[in-house]
């Protein structure tokens, strides 16, 4: 069974109306101002999921900064899931500037069915200590329900795109020992963590942190997967396509050129996930 850890939607007026959310939301607009910039309705995330034999895929919005804007995607998501709801997985967008606003729309989402929140972004700057402070509320709320909770991160070497942050990885690592409990995953394979965890002290510390393959394709050669295996383990891996940025379908093909066994090969694509998730039965058997 294959799970989709990683994908993006919004709702029409977003694509129809981008400029005018490019002026409410900087980092929107250092991802989505130039129109070629993919932006996708539930429709095609459905489309795309059929065509790869995709189960599950878990539907994220975009961290904006403003309150009603995360209220105005996370309604969308949760219309979409009533929509598709042997398919989808919602994981929410909140406020994290606010750490009231963020625990209040937490806990809204919970009593709607969230599985999770993400994907948390500080796109083209830094998580500072003080952001990490910031969401305490929330994330001891989440470590408290035992939800994952989805974070953007990228290396900060090699060639600029637009969302790239400018965090260094420790402060990742901060997070992760500050709410020990708390699983975590990691986007774009974890920005070059999974390394550090030949270090048996951080192992040790990110027993609760996965890490997913968002716009592997587009970041590393296909070698990835065999090198991640052996680093972090395969149980410790996500299937994410960053869609609609590219297809689930071209991360298959990937994995089948890796040099994994057919047992690791299915961790990836779903199993690990749908531990993780919960999720029970695969839609795609009972049409």
């Known amino acids: 069974m294959i799970v989709d850890c990683h994908t993006h939607i919004f709702p029409d007026s977003v694509q129809s109306h981008r400029e005018a959310f490019c002026e409410k939301d900087k980092g929107f607009s250092s991802l989505y101002e130039n129109p070629k910039a993919k932006i996708a309705r539930v429709e095609e995330l459905i489309s795309a999921m059929d065509e790869a034999e995709v189960a599950w895929s878990v539907i994220l919005g975009f961290p904006w900064d403003r309150g009603d804007l995360c209220r105005f995607h996370n309604e969308y998501l949760f219309e979409s899931a009533s929509r598709y709801p042997d398919r989808l997985v919602v994981f929410v967008t909140v406020p994290l ?6 625990v209040l729309e937490f806990e809204w989402a919970l009593k709607w069915g969230a599985r999770g929140v993400g994907e948390a972004g500080f796109y083209g700057r830094e998580m500072t200590h ?13 470590e408290k329900e035992g939800l994952p909770f989805l974070l ?14 400018r965090t260094p990885i420790d402060r990742f690592y901060d997070l992760i020992q500050a709410f ?9 394979w974890g920005g070059g963590l999974p390394f550090y965890e030949l270090m048996p002290e951080v192992k040790k510390a990110m027993r609760r942190v996965y890490y997913d393959t968002a716009a592997s394709p587009l970041l590393y050669s296909d070698k990835i997967y065999a090198l991640g295996k052996e680093m972090v383990g395969p149980e410790k891996i996500l299937l994410g396509s960053d869609f609609p940025l ?21 961790k990836i694509l779903g199993e690990n996930a749908r531990a993780l998730l919960r999720l029970d039965g695969n839609p795609l058997e009972n049409p």
């Open 180 to 188: 020990p409990n708390l699983p975590v995953i990691l986007a774009h």
């Open 130 to 142: 003080t952001e990490i402070e910031r969401m305490r509320p929330l994330l001891s709320a989440m």
């Open 152 to 165: 953007h991160t990228n290396e900060t070497l090699g060639h600029v795109y637009p969302g790239k942050g």
């Open 97 to 102: 500037s606010d750490p009231d606003a963020a």
């Open 246 to 266: 590219l297809s689930p379908k071209r991360y298959l093909s990937e994995l089948q050129r890796a040099n994994l066994t057919e047992e690791e090969r299915a």
